[in-house]
C-alpha cells in the first residue's frame, strides 16, 4: 500500500498538477538572521513559558511544567537533542495536530496514533479554551500577539479574517499601515498567517505537555500536523500559498525561531521560505470538507451510502454530496459534488450590519435578519436554497440511480440515525451539517426548505432528514468541557495524518459523462436541465 506522503503527493498532482513552490530568493540557511529571543510565550502560552521545538517533545519527568519557569530546561517540551546517557531511551509517540482554520475561530484536535485517539487541545485563552479567535494583534512596537492575549485598547492593529486573506478574498476592512508596511500586501498576509499557525502550534505543544503529561509519559513525541483548507482553493493557486505559509511555520516552531514581532516576521519569512524546497515539513494541507466527511467516515458507525454535508461557518457555507463505499474494508469517498460560498455567519452578517461594531454571532445574525428587508431576505434564502440545489442535484445527476426507489442508504443507517422507514419506503437522503453557524434555525431552515422551493421531490430526490454530525467513540473531550462534536469535525477529521483514511475522489472525478450504474427506467424525467436545477 502506497505511504501516505505518496498518496498526499497523488492527491495534488490529480488536483493540481505539480504543486511545488518555487524558491523566491537563493539565500543561504546562513544568512537566516539571529532572532535572539523566542518569543514571549507567556502571552502566546499561558501554561508553560518554555519554547517548544516541533519536531520532538519530550514528556514531563517532574513537577508539572505550569511550574517550571527556568530558561533552557525544556522540561514540558523538549528539542531534538540527544537525551542524557543517564535517561533511559524514551520511545517516540506520533502526535498528529488537526488545525481547524477557521474565518472566525481556530479549534485544535490532537490524535494519539499509538493509542488511536483524538481529543480537544484547549488552545485558546489561558490554556481553557477550545476556540482561538483567528486573529492576530499587532502591538504598538509591532509585537505580535494572539488576538486572545490582547484588549483592543493595547493592540494598534488587529487583523482578522486572515485565512480569507490568504486565500485571496479578503472580508473586512482593508488594513492600515504599520512603520511603512503595507500590511495588505500578499508578503505581509503570509508572514502574519504563519506567524498565527506557529503560535498555535506552540500553544497545542504546551498544553499537551501540560494536559496530556500520562499519555507523554517517557515517550518523545513525534510531531505532525495538518491544516484545513477551503476546498475551493485545493486546486487552486491558493492551495500553493497555504503550503508555504504552513512549511514557514512549521520550520520556525522546529527551529525555535518563531519571530516576536512583524518586523522580524517579514525578513525571517523571506528567508526561510527558500528552504522549503530542501527541508521535510510534516505539516500538510488538506481539504476541510474531505477532513468533515471524514470524522464521518472514521465514526465506526458510518453505514455505506450517499450522503450530503453542509458546513456553516463564520465565512463561507460549504457543501458536499458523497458516496461512502466499503468494500470489505477497503473505505472509499467519492465526492459527486462540492460547492462553498461566502454565505458564512459572519459574511452575511457583516453585510447586513453595515459597520456596526462587535463580533457577529449566530445569535446576532438571526436578530439582523429579522430586521433586514423581505426582498433582502428573500435574496439570501434564495442564495443558500441555489447552493443546496447545485450539491444536491449534481450528485443526483452523476449517481444515476433513482433515489427515491433504489436502496441507494443501508437500511441499518437508518435505524441508528432515523428510525423507522416511513410507509412509503422513501428512505430519506441524510444531510449532516457541522460548524458553528449550523445551530441557527435560520440556516438549518434554508437548507431543508430547497426541497419543496425547487421541486426535489419531482426531480426524483427523496426528502431531506438534516443530522447532526454523529460524535465518533475515538473522540475524547477533556473532563467538563461543553466542547460540542459538531464544532471541532473538521479538525477531528484533520488530526487523522493524511492518507491514514479513505481514498478521496473530488468532484472534478466525478464528471458528468460518467456512465450511471444502474439502469434508470423510461419516462424519468432528467431534472438536471430543469431550470430548478441553479
Ligand atoms: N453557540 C453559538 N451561538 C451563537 N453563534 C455561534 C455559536 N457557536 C458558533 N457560533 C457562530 O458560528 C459561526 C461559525 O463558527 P465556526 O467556528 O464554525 O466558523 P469558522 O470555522 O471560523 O468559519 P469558516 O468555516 O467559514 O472558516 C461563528 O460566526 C460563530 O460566532
Ligand atoms: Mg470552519
Known amino acids: ?31 537566516r538572521p539571529s532572532i535572539t529571543e523566542s518569543p514571549d510565550l507567556a502571552q502566546a502560552a499561558p501554561v508553560v513559558a518554555e519554547k517548544a521545538p516541533a519536531s520532538r517533545a519530550r514528556a514531563p519527568t517532574g513537577k508539572a511544567p505550569a511550574t517550571v519557569k527556568t530558561q533552557g530546561k525544556r522540561a514540558a517540551v523538549a528539542s531534538n537533542d540527544a537525551p542524557p546517557r543517564s535517561t533511559p531511551k524514551a520511545r517516540p509517540l506520533a502526535i498528529n495536530l488537526g488545525i481547524d482554520f477557521g474565518t472566525s475561530f481556530t479549534k485544535v484536535c490532537f490524535r494519539d496514533l499509538g493509542s488511536e485517539v483524538s481529543g480537544t487541545v484547549a488552545a485558546g485563552k489561558g490554556g481553557k479554551e477550545a476556540l482561538v479567535p483567528s486573529i492576530v494583534a499587532i502591538g ?16 494598534a492593529v488587529i487583523v482578522p479574517y486572515l485565512k480569507m486573506r490568504l486565500a485571496g478574498g479578503p472580508i473586512g476592512e482593508r488594513l492600515p499601515e504599520f512603520g511603512g508596511i503595507d ?29 496530556e503529561a500520562d499519555r507523554l509519559k517517557n515517550r518523545v513525541a513525534d510531531w505532525s500536523a495538518n491544516v484545513g483548507v477551503p476546498v475551493e482553493h485545493y486546486d487552486s493557486q491558493a492551495l500553493a500559498t497555504f503550503e508555504e505559509v504552513l512549511g514557514v511555520a512549521w520550520l520556525w516552531v522546529k527551529d525555535d ?104 454571532d449566530a445569535v446576532r445574525l438571526e436578530k439582523l435578519l429579522k430586521a433586514c428587508s423581505q426582498s433582502t431576505l428573500a435574496e439570501l434564502v434564495l442564495r443558500i436554497h441555489k447552493l443546496v440545489a447545485y450539491v444536491v442535484m449534481t450528485a443526483r445527476r452523476k449517481d444515476g440511480r433513482n433515489w427515491q426507489e433504489d436502496a441507494f442508504q443501508s437500511a ?10 416511513s410507509t412509503s419506503r422513501m428512505r430519506p437522503l441524510i444531510v449532516f451539517i457541522g460548524g458553528g453557524g449550523s445551530k441557527s434555525e435560520w440556516y438549518k ?19 431531506y432528514k438534516l443530522v447532526e454530525v454523529p460524535r465518533p467513540k475515538d473522540f475524547i473531550v477533556p473532563k467538563g468541557s461543553a466542547d460540542e462534536f459538531i464544532r471541532f469535525a473538521i479538525s477531528y477529521g484533520l488530526s487523522f495524518p493524511f492518507g491514514e483514511g479513505p481514498d478521496i475522489g473530488l468532484p472534478s472525478q466525478f464528471g458528468a459523462a460518467e456512465e450511471p450504474r444502474q439502469w434508470t427506467p423510461p419516462g424519468v424525467v432528467d431534472y438536471a436541465d430543469s431550470k430548478d436545477y441553479c
Open 1 to 31: 500500500m502506497a505511504s501516505w506522503r505518496d498518496r498526499l503527493r497523488s492527491l495534488h498532482e490529480r488536483v493540481f498538477g505539480r504543486a511545488e513552490v518555487p524558491p523566491s530568493s537563493s539565500e543561504s540557511d546562513d544568512e
Open 140 to 155: 504598538s512596537d509591532g509585537r505580535l500577539f494572539l488576538g486572545d492575549s490582547v484588549s483592543g485598547k493595547q493592540a
Open 183 to 211: 500590511l495588505n500586501k500578499a508578503e505581509s498576509v503570509r508572514a502574519l498567517a504563519a506567524w498565527f499557525l506557529a503560535s498555535v502550534i506552540q500553544r497545542s505543544q504546551q498544553w499537551l505537555a501540560v494536559h
Open 257 to 360: 525561531l518563531v519571530p516576536k514581532t512583524l518586523q522580524q516576521a517579514l525578513p525571517s519569512y523571506r528567508l526561510t521560505q527558500p528552504r522549503l524546497a530542501a527541508e521535510v515539513t510534516d505539516f500538510h494541507a488538506v481539504p476541510e470538507i474531505a477532513a468533515a466527511v471524514q470524522s464521518f467516515v472514521m465514526s465506526r458507525e458510518a453505514v455505506p451510502g450517499i450522503y450530503v454535508y453542509f458546513d456553516v461557518g463564520g465565512g463561507t457555507v460549504d457543501g458536499v454530496a458523497f458516496n461512502y463505499l466499503n468494500f470489505r474494508g477497503e473505505r472509499r469517498i467519492n465526492f459527486y459534488s462540492g460547492k462553498v460560498e461566502p454565505l458564512g455567519v459572519s459574511a452575511i452578517g457583516a453585510s447586513l450590519a453595515q459597520g456596526a461594531p462587535g463580533e457577529i
Open 412 to 421: 441499518d443507517y437508518e435505524r441508528k440515525f432515523i428510525g423507522r422507514l
Open 445 to 463: 431552515g434554508s437548507i431543508e426548505s430547497t426541497y419543496t422551493a425547487f421541486k426535489h421531490h419531482s426531480a426524483g430526490v427523496p426528502p
